[in-house]
């Protein structure tokens, strides 16, 4: 089995934990991680210590992958890079845990795009996490992206936007890590009040912050180790139909499952578009009322949102949408067609 990892923080970290501690072994493993080991890692991320600041976390992790498999390949670079998609294409299962949705939106069709592929979305943020299924079985990333929105969705990063009376705590304590109970409960009443979650009593605040600071870096562990056992298991009977989870922790665990669906019409499997000529599928498909043409993530014709630029050179992944499915998806100019 080939396997990849994109993202090396909390989440990614602990994937790889929870990997060795079953004694797994890979033929080929990828890791790749463009950050360095910060000051704020250490405690956070069980497998970076204080000696590990300042460096690079892939060549950290590489020091510690001895035994997971037989070839181990660690990359301090961006995975959207060409010679890294073309890296990890060769994987059979590539989890991507990284903290940003740009990566995201530019890896993950790609990827999806081969048929023997399957990504593992995994996204962290507070006390709530995500995993998410694409690959041929499942709708595609452009199909069902617009469901999850930086609001919705936990995207591998501290506690962004607030999802409850617990996440306005965590977010205070993170603007004001050395503030006053004071100081902290005023400012998570603003943030409750500002996100519609009712007050917390500076009793409950206190409580609160013994009960729900030490989570977070649990909920990464928790979401990791329960997205290895699905895909375990996966390999040994059939995809689940359900593909997205979201889990959340605080004086106990929520599990929410969702069953993912096309849009009304929409039948992209992303390994498998109509049609494998641009300039065909432009043609029997520029006149169609939602036609739009995306050239390296950017929407360059859309008619019906009154858009239409001129035509940039063709680098990137290509995109012809219309009649609601995807027509042709194919990239150009960057060796990997």
Not at 85 to 92: F, G, M, S, V
Not at 263 to 268: D, I, N, S, T
Not at 293 to 307: D, F, K, S, T, Y
Request: hydrophobic share 40%; charged share 20%; with cysteine.
């Amino acid at each position: 089995m080939r396997v990849g990892i994109v993202g090396l923080g909390g989440t990614g970290s602990e994937l790889l934990l929870a990997m060795r501690s079953q004694g797994l072994h890979f033929k080929l493993l990828i890791v790749i991680d463009r950050d360095i080991v910060d000051i704020g890692n250490v405690g956070k991320q069980r497998i970076y210590a204080r000696e590990d600041v300042g460096s690079f976390k892939a060549d950290v992790i590489r020091s510690q992958l001895e035994g997971l498999a037989d070839i181990v390949e660690a990359y301090s670079t961006d995975a959207t890079r060409p010679v890294m998609a073309k890296k990890l294409r060769l994987c059979e299962a590539v989890f991507v845990t990284v903290d940003n949705l740009d990566t995201r939106r530019r890896l993950i069709p790609l990827l999806a795009l081969k048929r023997e592929l399957l990504v593992i979305d995994i996204g962290t943020e507070g006390l709530t996490s995500s995993i998410r299924f694409y690959g041929h079985d499942y709708p595609c990333f452009h199909c069902t992206s617009w469901m999850f929105t930086t609001e919705t969705r936990p995207i591998c990063t501290p506690i962004g936007i607030p999802r409850s009376s617990e996440d306005c705590v965590l977010k205070a304590k993170q603007e004001f890590p050395t503030g006053s109970i004071h100081e902290l409960h005023v400012r998570a009443t603003t943030l409750a009040t500002e996100h519609g979650f009712a007050p917390m009593s500076m009793n409950s605040l206190q409580s609160t912050l013994e009960a729900v600071l030490p989570t977070p870096s649990y909920v990464s562990r928790l979401a990791a180790q329960y997205a290895l056992q699905i895909w375990l298991r996966s390999r040994s009977t059939r995809l689940p139909s359900i593909c997205h989870w979201l889990l959340s922790l605080y004086n106990g665990l929520y599990i929410s499952t969702h069953i993912l669906s096309r849009r009304q019409g929409c039948e992209c499997q992303m390994h498998l578009p109509t049609c494998s000529d641009l300039i065909q599928a432009l043609k029997e498909h520029q006149d169609a009322p939602d036609f739009m043409l995306l050239i390296n993530q950017r929407l360059i014709v859309a008619p019906i949102l009154g858009i239409i630029r001129q035509i940039p050179p063709l680098q990137g992944l290509i995109l012809v949408y219309a009649d609601d499915r995807i027509h042709y998806a194919r990239w150009h100019g960057l060796g990997l067609e």
